[in-house]
């Protein structure tokens, strides 16, 4: 079988050198990668070494064996275009239709998915002509990854830093798979919560379940992949990679995470509710770590309701066709107990599974039922998370019209 064709179109950053961690990564998952780097890029990763790792030849210029017409056939002939760093000089080229040298001729002759990885400093990335050049590419139907968080060149930090080349590379991988030039999700804000809360009971002990966010963060990173806008509430994820292009907010307890989801869902056009939210917290916090006393039984812990998150955003929306998701692990009758949580929750998608200490906490894999408002039910076979996110942003997408 012909491997699927992929131009990695690199400028000219300081984050190029981290591109070549993105080439390996597409290059042993069996892709044939065409890499043109701009003449700025050079500075930084010379064509050697963009050739030895490729396998292919490397070129900057529209000029170079001009009776292929690469300018033309190099795009033409893509499965998938990603450029790994973006900066905002590619970003204005790319959204004007500017086209001075063969990337960027690349990029208006390309009929395949579109993925551009942002880096550059923070105040170039705010600037409101770099969002409006972010936003007319989104609107064409290119998938533009949020920057990541973190140290920027020299002492600087902030928003700007190029995602974890691995996190692009499954971005890639999740666009390719769909096979969709145009993201469904595009120009959508979704806000995820992922992973199980926290309520402390001492400063060394508290109440917590087995929720390891892996199907939260999966749900987070097939929404960006689809063009979403993307906020990841995360509540205790034991250090999972942040997806590409989203930005995480983490949380501990469930009033924390109430707090955090209320916030972003204000202009939210999608929430889905993943994490695993403790129903009950201590009443009262021990401030020094409780002790076991001798000849003495401990004294019964008093517990208290949580906020029913799922039931307030879905009863107050915050802003008119928003849809509301839910997610239901049940230990048996699960139809039957997802049925009576969808009514008493009022969302329009309840996930149901049946979960147990060696059923979908911290497995790669689920099997769920996803029940809907207006009676339908759609089966999810066992298989990947990421499966099962897809058919969740399936159904959210028909709802959001």
């Known amino acids: 079988?012909?491997?699927?064709?992929?131009?990695?179109?690199?400028?000219?950053?300081?984050?190029?050198?981290?591109?070549?961690?993105?080439?390996?990564?597409?290059?042993?998952?069996?892709?044939?990668?065409?890499?043109?780097?701009?003449?700025?890029?050079?500075?930084?990763?010379?064509?050697?070494?963009?050739?030895?790792?490729?396998?292919?030849?490397?070129?900057?210029?529209?000029?170079?064996?001009?009776?292929?017409?690469?300018?033309?056939?190099?795009?033409?002939?893509?499965?998938?275009?990603?450029?790994?760093?973006?900066?905002?000089?590619?970003?204005?080229?790319?959204?004007?239709?500017?086209?001075?040298?063969?990337?960027?001729?690349?990029?208006?002759?390309?009929?395949?998915?579109?993925?551009?990885?942002?880096?550059?400093?923070?105040?170039?990335?705010?600037?409101?002509?770099?969002?409006?050049?972010?936003?007319?590419?989104?609107?064409?139907?290119?998938?533009?990854?949020?920057?990541?968080?973190?140290?920027l060149t020299g002492v600087d930090t902030g928003k700007g830093r190029l995602p974890d080349p691995a996190e692009i590379f499954e971005v890639c991988r999740r666009v390719l798979a769909r096979g969709v030039r145009e993201p469904d999700l595009a120009g959508r804000h979704v806000v995820i919560s992922a992973g199980g809360t926290r309520e402390p009971l001492d400063p060394v002990r508290f109440l917590g379940n087995r929720s390891s966010g892996k199907q939260g963060y999966a749900l987070a990173r097939t929404a960006a992949a689809r063009g979403a806008r993307v906020t990841l509430v995360a509540a205790n994820t034991g250090g999972l990679p942040d997806p590409a292009g989203v930005d995480v907010v983490p949380v501990g307890t469930a009033v924390q995470l109430r707090e955090a989801v209320l916030k972003a869902a204000a202009d939210a056009d999608a929430v889905v509710m993943a994490a695993a939210v403790a129903d009950f917290r201590p009443e009262t916090y021990a401030a020094g770590k409780i002790k076991k006393q001798d000849g003495k039984d401990p004294d019964p812990i008093v517990l208290v309701r949580n906020p029913d998150i799922l039931a307030e955003i879905s009863t107050d929306r915050a802003r008119p066709g928003q849809v509301v998701v839910g997610f239901a692990a049940e230990t048996d009758d699960v139809l039957a107990n997802?049925?009576?949580?969808?009514?008493?929750?009022?969302?329009?998608?309840?996930?149901?599974?049946?979960?147990?200490?060696?059923k979908t906490f911290g497995s790669e894999e689920n099997e769920a039922v996803v029940l809907g408002a207006d009676g339908s039910e759609t089966p999810v076979p066992h298989g990947p998370k990421e499966a099962l996110a897809d058919i969740v942003w399936d159904l959210v997408s028909e709802r959001l019209g």
């Not at 959204?95 to 170039?124: I, K, S, Y």
């Not at 949580?341 to 309840?350: S, T």
Request: charged content about 20%; glycine content about 8%; hydrophobic content about 45%.
């Open 1 to 151: 079988m012909d491997k699927p064709r992929v131009v990695l179109g690199v400028s000219g950053g300081i984050a190029a050198y981290k591109a070549c961690e993105l080439l390996r990564r597409l290059t042993e998952s069996g892709h044939d990668v065409r890499v043109v780097p701009t003449a700025s890029a050079l500075h930084f990763v010379g064509a050697a070494t963009w050739s030895a790792l490729s396998g292919n030849p490397v070129s900057t210029e529209v000029w170079d064996a001009v009776h292929e017409v690469p300018h033309v056939r190099i795009g033409q002939q893509a499965d998938l275009v990603v450029v790994a760093p973006a900066t905002a000089d590619m970003l204005a080229k790319a959204a004007h239709g500017l086209a001075d040298d063969l990337l960027t001729n690349t990029l208006l002759t390309a009929r395949c998915p579109v993925v551009f990885a942002p880096a550059m400093h923070t105040e170039m990335w705010e600037h409101p002509a770099t969002q409006e050049n972010v936003a007319t590419l989104r609107r064409r139907g290119a998938v533009v990854i949020e920057p990541a968080v973190g140290r």
């Open 338 to 358: 997802g049925r009576s949580k969808l009514r008493r929750k009022g969302c329009d998608l309840l996930v149901v599974n049946e979960v147990g200490e060696r």
